[in-house]
């Protein structure tokens, strides 16, 4: 459990070092995703309250109009952030790819041949293929 909080660390570091503006837009998509449906249901418990309390219609429209455009807002809000953060992980996986091909070229071709280097980069590897690697951290930490 402990090793598996690092690796979620360093590859949160990892990403923000690639790109500062990962981790606020993960973050604002993720509070608008989880407070849209917390407005929605204050309008609907105050919508009820006002029904049973038999106030007319013209005093609780204001309200209803102003949270119907309040959820509207957030919900768009919302997926301009997840459009944006899909974008940036597609490009946080390019950059991890490159740094990664960088590091390859600059190694000496005996390090290359050495077995050490060779399973770790076969790991990485195996890692990046079962779940997208990097790029995956941001996508599998965000609300559907």
Do not use: C
């Amino acid at each position: 459990m402990k090793k598996g909080f690092k690796y979620i660390t360093d590859a949160l570091r990892m990403t923000h070092r690639l790109d500062k503006g990962m981790l606020p837009t993960t973050a604002a998509a993720s509070l608008l995703k989880s407070v849209t449906p917390l407005i929605a249901a204050l309008l609907t418990a105050f919508i009820l309250d006002r029904l049973a309390l038999n106030a007319p219609y013209p005093e609780i429209m204001p309200t209803v109009l102003g949270g119907v455009v309040l959820v509207f807002l957030a919900n768009v809000a919302a997926s301009r952030f997840d459009k944006y953060r899909s974008a940036r992980t597609m490009a946080v996986y390019y950059k991890w790819e490159n740094l990664n091909g960088e590091k390859s070229m600059s190694l000496d071709y005996p390090q290359l041949e050495d077995p050490a280097i060779s399973q770790l980069r076969d790991r990485m590897r195996s890692d990046r293929n079962w779940g997208f690697g990097i790029g995956n951290t941001f996508s599998l930490s965000a609300p559907l």
